[in-house]
DNA sequence: TTTAATAGTTGCAATTTGCAAGTAATTGTT
DNA sequence: AACAATTACTTGCAAATTGCAACTATTAAA
C-alpha cells in the first residue's frame, strides 16, 4: 500500500471542495477562510485577533482585514480588551452566531450523507483513524515550514 | 463520537497547510494550485486542459491562465491536437517532470514522517479507513455544488 | 527612562479570481 | 450542403485577496 500520496492528494482536493462549498445562508455569502474565521470565534474563549490568526496560520495583515469585512457584515463585533489596551476581543453578533450554526448544520448533515455509505463498524473505525491522522499530524516536525 | 465536524475543520486545515507547503524546489516557486496541475498532468494520459480543469474542479479561464504562467516557466508544453484543432494536449518538460517528482518526493517524506508516529497496525487501519472515506465522499450526491 | 517587543492597522503593488464576450473548430440538423 | 448549436480555449475587465514594509499605540524589559 504505496499510494499514499495520491490517496492524499485527492483526499487534500475533496476537503478543498468541502471547504469551498459551506457558504450562503440566506443572503449572506461568505468565503471559506471567514467561515473558518467564524468557527474558531465561536470556539474559543474571548479570543484575540492575534490568537486567530496564530490558530488559522494566517498572516494577521491578511487577517485583519478579513475581520473588518466580517464587522462591516456585522457578524463579528470587536470589542477592545480592559486588560490591554493593544487587544480587540472578538465575538459573534446574533446573526454571526446564526451563520456559524447554520454552516455547522449543513456541514454535519454533509458528514453525516458521507458516513451513511458505511458501515456501523467501518464508521468508527474511520473517525478513529482520522483522530489517530490528526494527531500524528499534530506530533509531526517536519511539517509544515520545513517540508520543502 | 460526535464531533466530527471538529475532526473535519481542523483535519482540512492540516491537509490545507500540507497542500500550501510544497512549492519551492531549488530556485523554482511554484503555487499550490500548480503543484495539483502539474500532478494531474504527470498522471493522466496525454490530457487536455478541459480535462485537468475538470478533475481539479477549476474553472476554465483561470486554469488557462494558469498554464500559461506554467508554460512560461518551461514547466509545461502544450501541444496541438492532431485529431481535434480546438484541443491542446498538456504534458510536463523535462525541467517540469523533474519538479514533479522533486515535490513527490517531499510529500512522501512528509507522510512517512507523520506515519512514524504510529504502529504498523494503526498505520494500515488509517490508510484503510482513508480509502474507505475516499470512497464514501466520491459517492455523496451531496457534495459538493448541492452542499449548502 | 529608554529600549525592545507586541497588537493591530494602513499603503502599496502583485496576483488571482470569475463572468462576459470573443475566436476557432467541430458536431448535429434539416 | 448549409446553418445552428456545442465545445475548447483565450482575452478584457473589475473585484477581491495576498503579503511585505512601514506606521501607531500600548505594554514589558533593562
Redesign the interface.
Known amino acids: ?1 504505496e499510494n ?2 495520491e ?19 440566506g443572503t449572506v455569502e461568505i468565503s471559506t477562510i471567514q467561515s ?1 474565521i467564524l ?1 474558531e470565534i465561536d470556539k474559543q474563549h474571548e479570543p484575540s485577533m492575534q490568537q486567530i490568526a496564530d490558530t ?2 494566517m498572516d494577521i495583515t491578511t487577517f485583519s482585514r478579513q475581520i473588518q469585512t466580517l464587522a462591516k457584515m456585522e457578524l463579528v463585533k470587536k470589542t477592545p480588551s480592559t486588560q490591554d489596551k493593544r487587544v480587540y476581543i472578538l465575538s459573534l453578533t446574533v446573526q454571526g452566531k446564526f451563520v456559524a450554526t447554520s ?2 448544520e ?10 451513511s ?2 458501515n456501523e463498524f ?1 464508521r ?22 520545513t ?2
Request: hydrophobic content about 40%; glycine content about 2%; overall charge positive.
Open positions: 500500500m499514499k500520496r490517496l492524499f492528494q485527492v483526499l487534500t482536493r475533496r476537503f478543498g471542495l468541502l471547504n469551498k462549498n459551506c457558504c450562503s445562508i473558518h468557527y488559522l496560520a454552516i455547522d449543513s456541514m454535519n448533515n454533509y458528514l453525516n450523507e458521507v458516513f455509505h458505511m467501518e468508527e473505525t474511520v473517525i478513529r483513524s482520522l483522530e489517530l491522522l490528526n494527531k500524528a499530524m499534530s506530533k509531526s516536525n517536519v511539517c509544515c515550514s517540508m520543502c
